[in-house]
């Protein structure tokens, strides 16, 4: 007996991609799209404390290579009181801060996306009456503060306690920059992650992206050490916006109209991002195949 072929559904399928069910159970149950935002919110949020034994061991781990971090930085200044317009108070805070943003900001990496297109589920997602920009965006953005209570504010604490690391200058400003240092990166992230819809294997492109991310945010070292004109053209792309810029606000390195001119950058080139986000994805959607047995 011969085996039938594959069926391919295509995007317009209101079979796989229909909503009309979707839109019928949100209106008896008188669920808006924001509460389905705040219930992905909350349960990334939760899922973080799935594993605790894990967070405390990444939180060593984060301790450990922090006092490695520090001892580094601080033979720079080799007695003197300044590097950079830094301080060794600035240092120590630094190290704390670029530690303690790790996990939330997914510094290291982020392929969440990228594995749903290879594996097919992300249609799946596409069923959901939400967009599927909005649904991970929810969805990291509970991640992100669950690891910020978890391990960054711990992580926060000891600094503090070991190594007398600085409280924010300002602290309302500083906060308000942290959030959009997330969600610039966040656009990032994503961006990176939309290559699946074109690379059968995008991971090798993802990796790059992370070093490039780890280089050109401050993560690995302070942008004020870098050459200057390394600085000059790092300050025409939104990689200082994901981590530097949260950093020098808290230092005190920014002050008065400097501030609000930052934390102006960091909106506008999140809105930007995102702006890209959308566009991509609506291109990579129409060469997205679904294929069902």
Same mark, same amino acid.
């Given at each position: ?8 559904? $295509?995007?317009?399928s $209101? ?5 009309t ?8 149950? =008188?669920?808006?799209?924001? &509460? ?9 949020f ?9 967070a ?11 006092a ?7 033979a ?6 300044? !590097? ?11 190290v ?6 790790? #996990? ?19 249609? /799946? ?28 504010? $711990?992580?926060?604490?000891l600094?503090?306690?070991?190594? =007398? &690391?600085?409280?924010p #200058? ?10 959009l ?14 290559? &699946? ?11 790059f992206?992370? !070093? ?9 070292m302070?942008?004020?050490?870098f $050459? ?6 790092? #300050? ?33 080139? /999140? ?8 566009? !991509? ?13």
């Open positions: 007996m011969p085996i039938p072929p594959r069926r391919r559904w $295509p995007l317009s $209101p079979l796989l991609f229909g909503k069910g979707w839109r019928w159970i949100l209106n008896a149950l =008188d669920v808006g799209p924001s &509460a389905l935002y705040a219930a992905l919110f909350r349960l990334g939760r899922r973080q404390f799935a594993y605790l034994q894990a405390v061991w990444g939180l060593v781990t984060n301790l450990f290579f922090g490695l971090r520090i001892s580094i930085l601080l720079l200044f080799d007695g003197r009181p300044q !590097v950079a317009g830094l301080t060794g108070a600035d240092a120590v805070t630094y704390a801060l670029t530690q303690t943003f790790i #996990a939330s900001f997914a510094l290291f990496g982020w392929s969440d996306l990228m594995r749903t297109i290879h594996r097919g589920e992300v249609a /799946t997602d596409l069923l959901r009456p939400l967009s599927l920009l909005g649904f991970w965006t929810a969805q990291d953005a509970g991640r992100a503060a669950g690891q910020f209570v978890l391990r960054g504010v $711990p992580m926060l604490l600094f503090a306690l070991l190594w =007398d &690391a600085r409280l #200058a300002d602290p309302l400003p500083t906060a308000l920059s942290a959030v240092a997330w969600a610039c990166g966040f656009g990032y992230r994503f961006l990176v992650n939309c290559a &699946a819809f074109w690379s059968p294997d995008a991971v090798g492109i993802g990796r992206a992370w !070093v490039l991310l780890g280089l050109g945010c401050g993560f690995l302070p942008l004020r050490l $050459p200057d004109p390394l600085q000059a053209a790092l #300050a025409y792309t939104p990689f200082p916006h994901m981590l530097n810029t949260t950093v020098e606000l808290w230092l005190g390195l920014k002050m008065g109209a400097e501030v609000w001119q930052a934390l102006a950058l960091q909106a506008g080139w /999140t809105l930007a991002l995102f702006g890209l986000c959308a566009w !991509v994805l609506r291109r990579g959607l129409r060469r997205l195949e679904v294929a069902g047995g």
